[in-house]
T-cell receptor
């Protein structure tokens, strides 16, 4: 079974620039998550999708972050404009949904904002 | 919202000894408690999970205990091996909505 795919693996940008991350979940997984993991901390949920609808985006900084999952499969997370404090690993995860909560994580995108 | 506290932040044990990591949670509605292992530069991977209707669960050298009354749960690793060295995260949620992670424990198993 293929895992959760993410790209790019690394990204270096300057502050105020824009950046986008892509995620393709495990086939058939209804639920998709984006997490932000700052160095030395646990992952923090940014947004959760159920199929193509948003379930929870209460911790997403909506003035600069946006995410979409248009066809209920792959997803894109965008930051515009980036700040220094956005430097982190952005992890995508998916789960089957329907009461099956086990999360499968992708390898993440390591973002450095200079 | 849910708040999960995890301790210790670092833990060193001799190979073959046991390791215990403890977490407390704040939301009494939480009913799902997974533990993830994250090796350096790699993705978090689920190692064991427990639901609120169960007090203890074991899988070979790994066990998790849950005390709903006190709102705390613990990870126990017996007969530790060098490959157990990693960062371990606990988490809590109500039915997989907004899974909240602890801050992590860096476990080092000394040969």
């Amino acid at each position: 079974e293929a895992g959760v795919a993410q790209s790019p693996r690394y990204k270096i940008i300057e502050k105020r620039q824009s950046v986008a991350f892509w995620c393709n979940p495990i086939s058939g997984h209804a639920t998709l998550y984006w997490y932000q993991q700052i160095l030395g901390q646990g992952p923090k949920l940014l947004i959760q999708f159920q199929n193509n609808g948003v379930v929870d985006d209460s911790q997403l900084p909506k003035d600069r972050f946006s995410a979409e999952r248009l066809k209920g499969v792959d997803s894109t997370l965008k930051i515009q404009p980036a700040k220094l404090e956005d430097s982190a690993v952005y992890l995508c995860a998916s789960s089957p949904g329907r009461g099956k909560e086990k999360l499968f994580f992708g390898s993440g995108t390591q973002l450095s904002v200079l | 919202g849910e708040n999960v506290e995890q301790h210790p932040s670092t833990l060193s044990v001799q190979e073959g000894d046991s390791a215990v990591i403890k977490c407390t949670y704040s939301d009494s509605a939480s009913n799902y408690f997974p533990w993830y292992k994250q090796e350096l530069g790699k993705r978090p991977q689920l190692i064991i999970d427990i639901r609120s209707n169960v007090g203890e669960k074991k899988d070979q050298r790994i066990a998790v205990t849950l005390n709903k009354t006190a709102k705390h749960f613990s990870l126990h690793i017996t007969e530790t091996q060098p490959e157990d060295s990693a960062v371990y995260f606990c988490a809590a949620s109500e039915s997989a909505r907004q899974l909240t992670f602890g801050s992590g424990t860096q476990l080092t198993v000394l040969p």
